[in-house]
């Protein structure tokens, strides 16, 4: 779809407009919540100013989004097909646009309070809440793409964790008789190739699932209630780019401190081992096709790299929150999500 022909869509219906610019606001709000993680760590230790690293992340994310979905679509793919509308363009349309108001209101509330909820989880939990709504049972959900979405839970916390403490004992072991301003130094510098690694990760993952449900829209917008298939054009990947950095810009530093201060204090060399084996956890879950937490996945591998140290290098206070958040968020969401949807159906159906 050219950018002109979406505009003009978006003008002759209103629906199209409504839902652009929720779904607008879901990307704005997952560049507040979920993409300030990728730099949390190389602005913590002081690599890089915050300024510099959040145009950083923008650039990279958009290379992300464009590379990958240009090597492999299979994460958007894999939310596109989650769940069922039913057959009815109109009420569908309004579902998800119900499913974006909900996303929003909980995720700004957790920015409020400083806590990076995971969007991807949100954004799932939202769209299931509004499927079971509009279809008035559980036949809207996709079991097959919910297992992807389980095993991307177990993926992003486990694996996150356990690779963070690895790479971080390694990265320990081969420093350990090096010159300890040299090695600062060098991984100074290393963080901010992290930092890029991660945000290019972050828009890979994220920046599908964002543009997977945008294309949803105007597919529903234009009265295709069933289409299995979508090509998704260059100047969406651009403005997805652009809106997640303009979030990161506004509402970034609180998610920051506390992913990237509060959790752990990290030395440069911890700050670039979490780097390292979160973009390869996120790199593997790309390439299957399973959509994962980037905020669950960095965030693991941050207290992974604090426990690599000793245990008591993590602040556990701050991990409980973040836990209870990531437990909440599907159950919470979700209910939101059918709750809203509810609502809308009965005001604009």
């Not at 964002?210 to 298939?229: C, P, T, V, Y």
């Not at 409980?320 to 159906?345: E, H, M, Q, R, S």
């Amino acid at each position: 779809m050219a950018l002109t022909d979406f505009l003009t869509q978006m003008v002759q219906n209103p629906m199209l407009f409504v839902s652009t610019v929720l779904i607008l606001g879901v990307i704005l709000v997952n560049g507040w919540t979920d993409a300030p993680n990728a730099i949390a760590t190389c602005v913590s230790t002081r690599a890089i100013g915050v300024r510099q690293a959040i145009l950083m992340a923008t650039i990279f994310n958009f290379l992300g989004v464009f590379v990958m979905t240009a090597i492999n679509s299979k994460v958007a793919y894999t939310i596109y097909n989650m769940v069922d509308f039913g057959n009815d363009p109109k009420t569908a349309l309004i579902a998800l646009c119900a499913a974006m108001a909900a996303i929003v209101i909980w995720a700004t509330a957790a920015w409020y309070f400083g806590i990076p909820t995971s969007e991807s989880h949100a954004l799932i939990a939202g769209i299931s809440g509004a499927a079971i709504a509009i279809q008035n049972s559980f036949k809207g959900i996709n079991g097959a793409e919910w297992v992807k979405v389980l095993w991307g839970i177990v993926l992003s916390t486990l694996l996150g964790f356990v690779m963070g403490f690895i790479t971080a004992k390694i990265t320990a072991f081969i420093c350990r008789n090096k010159n300890r301003m040299k090695t600062e130094r060098f991984f100074s510098g290393g963080q901010i190739a992290g930092g890029a690694m991660m945000a290019f990760m972050h828009g890979a993952q994220d920046g599908q699932k964002f543009m997977a449900i945008f294309l949803l829209g105007a597919a529903l917008s234009g009265g295709q209630a069933n289409a299995e298939s979508f090509n998704i054009p260059v100047w969406l990947m651009i403005l997805c780019s652009v809106v997640m950095g303009l979030g990161t810009s506004i509402g970034g530093y609180k998610i920051i401190k506390s992913v990237g201060m509060d959790m752990v204090k990290l030395k440069p060399y911890q700050g670039f081992a979490a780097d390292l084996s979160s973009s390869l956890c996120l790199l593997l879950s790309s390439v299957t096709g399973i959509p994962v937490s980037t905020t669950h996945t960095k965030t693991t591998a941050i207290m992974g790299v604090g426990a690599a140290r000793r245990m008591s290098n993590v602040n556990w206070a701050v991990v409980k929150d973040l836990v209870l958040t990531w437990v909440f968020t599907f159950p919470g969401c979700g209910l939101l999500g059918y709750i809203v949807a509810k609502l809308f159906l009965v005001i604009f159906a």
